[in-house]
Each structure stands twice: as C-alpha cells, then as structure tokens.
C-alpha cells in the first residue's frame, strides 16, 4: 500500500506570495491531518479533515487555510506568505477512531 | 495546560550500548501515547504506540516503551543500538476521539558512536 504523497517536495516563494500544497493519504483513509515543523517551535498541529469538514484548528492565524476533496485528497494553502512561514509542512493521514498518523515526508517551504 | 517534555535534546551512546530517551507528559486524562523517528530530511515513522492494555508495548526496529501513569512517563527504550537508529525522535501524546490533533515534544537527536 502507498505511503502519504506530498506534493511538491520543495518550494521556494517570495513574500507576499501565496502558495497551496497537496496531500494523497493513504487509500481508505479518510482523516487527514497538517502539521508545521520548524527549529523554534518543533511540531506544531495546523487543522484536521475528516470526509471534507475540518474537525479541528491549530492556533494559526487565518493565512493558513485547507481543505478536502470527496477523494480525501487534501491541500492546504498559505496566503500573504511572510519569512517565518519557511518550514517542512507535515501532511498526516489514519484510518480511522484509535488508529495512528502516518506521515509523508514532508514539503519544504522557503520564503524569501 | 497539555505538554510533552522530553528533557534530552541531544543524546551520544555508543554502538551496541543500550539507550532510553526520556519522555514526560501533561493531559488531562490517559491520553494515546506515540512515539516516532525522523530521519534527515523525511516525514515521522511511526515506531510504537499505547492505547490501553499493557504498559510495556513493544515497536518496530526492536524498540519498547513503558507507560508510567504514575510518573506521567512514557520513556522509549531499545537494548542494542545500531548506528542505522541515529536520527531525532519525537514523543507525542493525543486525546481519545481526536489522535489526529497531537502534541509533540521538542524531539531528542541521536548520535551513534562507532
């Protein structure tokens, strides 16, 4: 069975830009979790989707916007980037009630 | 408030030696308990998890970890390393009926001695 896919590996974008980025869970897989991963602040939890309703919010300012597709494919998008927005952008999926995250390997964002 | 400390940032043993990252919590009621690696430049593989039952709960890779309701523990723990287990390894914990929102603990880096 394939992994969580992350697309794209690596993005570099300039302030003020926006950019959205792409996560196919894991098949038969219907939550769908985000996660920032930076030096500072470690791992810190974005939003959650489970069959295309956000289920639940990280503390993160309206910028950060995401959303599901009926395929459980999910995006999440950064508007009005800003340099301390440059992280690895952790997408996670789980089957279901008291089943763990799986992670992809991540979306490197740099902002200049 | 809810919190995962692991106190080691950075931990050196020697290959073949035996190793124990600590890993302390703070939630409100038995929380899911996880315990993951990273490797350079990749996501977090899964290494182990507790839901309930046994507190002794044995992972992938060789690795085991032991719930400590008492100490609000969950400390990792594997009795031969191998230099293939250097990496940064993250504790975490989750409530019941939302273990897709989880709290991470700062992560403790591994280095393996030859």
């Known amino acids: 069975k394939a992994g969580v896919t992350q697309t794209p590996r690596y993005l570099i974008k300039t302030r003020g830009q926006q950019v959205t980025l792409s996560c196919s869970p894991i098949?038969?897989?219907?939550?769908v979790s985000w996660y920032q991963q930076t030096p500072g602040q470690g791992l810190q939890f974005l939003f959650e989707y489970f069959s295309e309703t956000q289920r639940n919010k990280g503390n993160f300012p309206g910028r950060f916007s995401g959303r599901q597709f009926s395929n459980s494919r999910s995006e999440m998008n950064v508007s009005t980037l800003e340099l301390g927005d440059s992280a690895l952008y952790l997408c996670a999926s789980r089957a279901g009630e008291g089943s763990p995250l799986h992670f992809g390997n991540g979306t490197r964002l740099t902002v200049t | 408030a809810q919190s995962v400390t692991q106190p080691d940032i950075h931990i050196t043993v020697s290959e073949g030696a035996s190793l124990e990252l600590r890993c302390n919590y703070s939630y409100g009621a038995t929380p899911y308990l996880f315990w993951y690696v990273q490797s350079p430049g990749q996501g977090l593989q899964l290494l182990l998890k507790?839901?309930?039952?046994?507190?002794l709960v044995q992972g992938i890779k060789g690795f085991e970890a032991e719930f400590k309701r008492s100490q609000s523990s969950f400390n990792l723990r594997k009795p031969s390393v191998h230099w293939s287990d250097a990496a940064e390894y993250f504790c975490?914990?989750?409530?019941?009926?939302?273990?897709?929102?989880?709290?991470f603990g700062k992560g403790t880096k591994l280095s393996v001695k030859p």
């Open positions: 507790y839901f309930s039952g046994d507190t």
């Open positions: 098949s038969g897989h219907r939550s």
């Open positions: 975490a914990v989750g409530a019941r009926g939302s273990q897709g929102n989880l709290i």
